[in-house]
């Protein structure tokens, strides 16, 4: 099993920054991919940014330039800074983590709020 914890969500106002953290622990050996995603109000959720055990990096189009996804495996903790934030990017943001190669290995945190005001 694999616990998630995000922290850093708030209310922001629009062309500001947050950066969001995700901490993980129990057996974390059993994933090698991190992503955030987020649901808006009424929406489906979405990836936003996918981070792989080497470093590799995939991004929405919606965020790219925008945000960036970064991992600190000493602490077992995955982050995603966002600038330039717009009020569409309000919603949810969910911590998962995965492997790609056991699907039972598949763990979200509860999420953490991000509110973008205009």
């Known amino acids: 099993q694999v616990q998630l914890v995000e922290s850093g969500g708030g209310l922001v106002q629009a062309g500001g920054s947050l950066r969001l953290s995700c901490a993980a622990s129990g057996n974390i050996l059993s994933i090698n991919n991190m992503c955030w995603y987020r649901q808006a109000p009424g929406k489906q959720r979405e990836l936003v940014a996918d981070i792989t055990s080497g470093g590799s990096t995939t991004y929405a189009d919606s965020v790219k330039g925008r945000f960036t996804i970064s991992r600190d495996n000493a602490k077992n903790t995955v982050y995603l800074q966002m600038n330039s934030l717009k009020p569409e990017d309000t919603g949810v943001y969910y911590c998962?983590?995965?492997?790609?190669?056991?699907?039972?290995?598949?763990?979200w945190g509860k999420g953490t709020l991000v509110t973008v005001s205009s």
């Open positions: 998962n983590a995965h492997s790609d190669y056991d699907p039972r290995e598949d763990y």
